[in-house]
């Protein structure tokens, strides 16, 4: 079942837009509150998390010829992908030289849509060089299994730092599992993730009042976790939230989200993997 089957079916008896919080970083906000407003749902957006991209950790791989050493790059999100181009975006020369062995450029599924032309001129001056690689399946762990046997290669793997939360098992799994296909990644914090704050669920709090809340999506673990942390401050958990709208649906992006929020104590109605596509 789509997300837009699910909300549909749990809208009867309610107004003709029904309301979906979502608890998304500024950087999805705007796009995920389009989509639902183009399918007539009314937005709620209640960030439970902040997200500081940080350029300068790539410094240590941004000199002349620095990326040599490597075979490939993966990025498992957006915002990697932008801290990595801001950072790269300075350089006069491009960190890969002109010549030598393929370069993998790997990332998920519609993040693709960043790494165009000019984004590969930065990292090499020569395309035929740089091949770009899209898992069928748009998870870190379909990405692990997407790059194959690694024979002692590096790998480039910008991925974020979790402040004020305890970081999700995804990364550390992601990174675990290219030791495990025999890759050597080297971690690099492209960004921060923040827990929001306190009162960052406040809005979800004063929806959840009479009824007045149909659904809410998460598109990270994280997010569940920063959600949770907040309502423990107004004296709340989640089953308190779904006692309160008894037609409250759920809603994950993708398994790895659904599999984090399940782990947290949050049951899941609906996994939906085009849900920011």
């Given at each position: 079942?789509?997300?837009?089957?699910?909300?549909?079916?749990?809208?009867?008896?309610?107004?003709?837009?029904?309301?979906?919080?979502?608890t998304t970083p500024p950087n999805y906000a705007e796009r995920l509150s389009h989509l639902l407003t183009v399918n007539a749902y009314s937005p709620l957006w209640c960030p439970t998390l902040t997200i500081q991209p940080t350029p300068s950790s790539f410094a240590p791989y941004l000199s002349s010829h620095s990326?040599?050493?490597?075979?490939?790059?993966?990025?498992?999100?957006?915002?990697?992908?932008?801290?990595?181009?801001?950072?790269?975006?300075?350089?006069?020369?491009?960190?890969?030289?002109?010549?030598?062995?393929?370069?993998?450029?790997?990332?998920?599924?519609?993040?693709?849509?960043?790494?165009?032309?000019?984004?590969?001129?930065?990292?090499?001056?020569?395309?035929?060089?740089?091949?770009?690689?899209?898992?069928?399946?748009?998870?870190?762990?379909?990405?692990?299994?997407?790059?194959?046997?690694?024979?002692?290669?590096?790998?480039?793997?910008?991925?974020?730092?979790?402040?004020?939360?305890?970081?999700?098992?995804?990364?550390?799994?992601?990174?675990?599992?290219?030791?495990?296909?025999?890759?050597?990644?080297?971690?690099?914090?492209?960004?921060?993730?923040?827990?929001?704050?306190?009162?960052?669920?406040?809005?979800?709090?004063?929806?959840?009042?009479?009824?007045?809340?149909?659904?809410?999506?998460?598109?990270?673990?994280?997010?569940?976790?920063?959600?949770?942390?907040?309502?423990?401050?107004?004296?709340?958990?989640?089953?308190?939230?779904?006692?309160?709208?008894?037609?409250?649906?759920?809603?994950?992006?993708?398994?790895?989200?659904?599999?984090?929020?399940?782990?947290?104590?949050?049951?899941?109605?609906?996994?939906?993997?085009?849900?920011?596509?």
């Amino acid at each position: 079942m789509s997300m837009t089957t699910a909300f549909r079916c749990t809208s009867t008896g309610t107004s003709e837009n029904p309301i979906v919080a979502f608890t998304t970083p500024p950087n999805y906000a705007e796009r995920l509150s389009h989509l639902l407003t183009v399918n007539a749902y009314s937005p709620l957006w209640c960030p439970t998390l902040t997200i500081q991209p940080t350029p300068s950790s790539f410094a240590p791989y941004l000199s002349s010829h620095s990326l040599q050493p490597f075979s490939a790059i993966a990025f498992t999100s957006r915002t990697a992908i932008q801290a990595f181009h801001t950072a790269a975006a300075a350089l006069r020369i491009p960190p890969l030289s002109h010549s030598g062995h393929p370069f993998i450029v790997a990332a998920l599924g519609k993040d693709t849509e960043l790494i165009d032309a000019e984004f590969l001129s930065r990292i090499c001056s020569n395309s035929e060089r740089i091949r770009v690689l899209v898992p069928p399946t748009a998870t870190p762990s379909g990405l692990a299994a997407a790059l194959g046997p690694g024979g002692g290669r590096r790998v480039l793997c910008p991925v974020p730092l979790v402040v004020g939360l305890e970081e999700p098992p995804v990364v550390p799994g992601f990174l675990q599992e290219l030791r495990d296909f025999g890759w050597d990644p080297a971690r690099v914090e492209a960004y921060e993730t923040r827990w929001a704050g306190p009162r960052c669920a406040e809005g979800i709090v004063k929806g959840s009042e009479d009824e007045g809340m149909d659904a809410v999506v998460f598109t990270s673990s994280a997010e569940v976790e920063g959600l949770l942390k907040s309502l423990r401050e107004f004296g709340l958990n989640f089953e308190e939230v779904r006692r309160r709208c008894p037609r409250l649906v759920v809603a994950a992006h993708g398994p790895v989200t659904a599999a984090g929020a399940e782990r947290l104590g949050v049951k899941v109605d609906v996994t939906n993997g085009k849900l920011m596509r």
